[in-house]
């Protein structure tokens, strides 16, 4: 079946502008996360949403921001871009919450590079 | 804070020897491990898990070791391959938590 989807894959955004990225999970999958990569500090926890609710946020500011919609698609958006923002922006579904025991996976789209100039 | 830790960033091997890449974590709440493989331009891929209730899961050429005393786990991916060659990450779930925290990761090359 159809893995993570990620769009857009490459953007390249002026400081002070903002920014939609969009996320498709695995079919049947109601939980998506969403992750920051930079170099050398790994992946940053951005937020989680499971049946279009918030479960968890991360130490972002409060200009990133998501939602998930009815169908389990996931959109997050960062307003007034800053040049630290650049980053690859991975989305990552499981078929339920993260936090329902063990065995519950989290599987990645190939992720949406920003770059802010 | 960094709570989970892989102070190696890079490893070389040659192939067909064993790589160990090492995981350090410091919330004793962590009860769920899993490692990725990341090639560039492309996002992680799942390897390998392990619950705390376990100290060894293997699958196929890869097994991870959990050591729960010592907050540490690894992964041994024996033999290696040339095309193992990429940056692994761990992560780790606490088990009152929704969200997986991630390590910085371990570039691996194998040579061959």
């Known amino acids: 079946k159809a893995g993570v989807t990620q769009t857009p894959r490459y953007l390249i955004k002026t400081r002070g502008q903002q920014v939609t990225l969009s996320c498709s999970p695995i079919s049947g999958h109601r939980s998506v996360s969403w992750y920051q990569q930079t170099p050398g500090q790994g992946l940053q926890f951005l937020f989680e949403?499971?049946?279009?609710?918030?479960?968890n946020k991360g130490n972002f500011p409060g200009r990133f921001s998501g939602r998930q919609f009815s169908n389990s698609r996931s959109e997050m958006n960062v307003s007034t871009l800053e040049l630290g923002d650049s980053a690859l922006y991975l989305c990552a579904s499981s078929r339920l919450s993260p936090g329902t025991g063990f065995g519950n996976t989290i599987y990645f789209g190939e992720g949406s590079w920003l770059t802010v100039v | 804070d960094q709570q989970v830790k892989q102070n190696s960033p890079s490893l070389s091997v040659q192939e067909g020897r064993i790589s160990i890449l090492n995981c350090d974590y410091t919330n004793s709440m962590f009860d769920y491990f899993l490692w990725y493989k990341k090639y560039p331009a492309e996002g992680p891929t799942f390897l390998i898990s392990i619950s705390s209730i376990k100290d060894k899961n293997e699958d196929g050429r890869f097994t991870v070791f959990l050591n729960k005393s010592a907050k540490h786990l690894s992964l041994h991916i024996v033999p290696s391959q040339p095309g193992d060659s990429a940056v692994y990450f761990c992560?780790?779930?606490?088990?009152?938590?929704?969200?997986?925290?991630f390590g910085t990761g371990t570039s691996l090359t194998v040579i061959p």
């Open positions: 949403y499971f049946s279009e609710t918030q479960r």
């Open positions: 992560a780790a779930r606490p088990n009152t938590g929704n969200q997986f925290y």
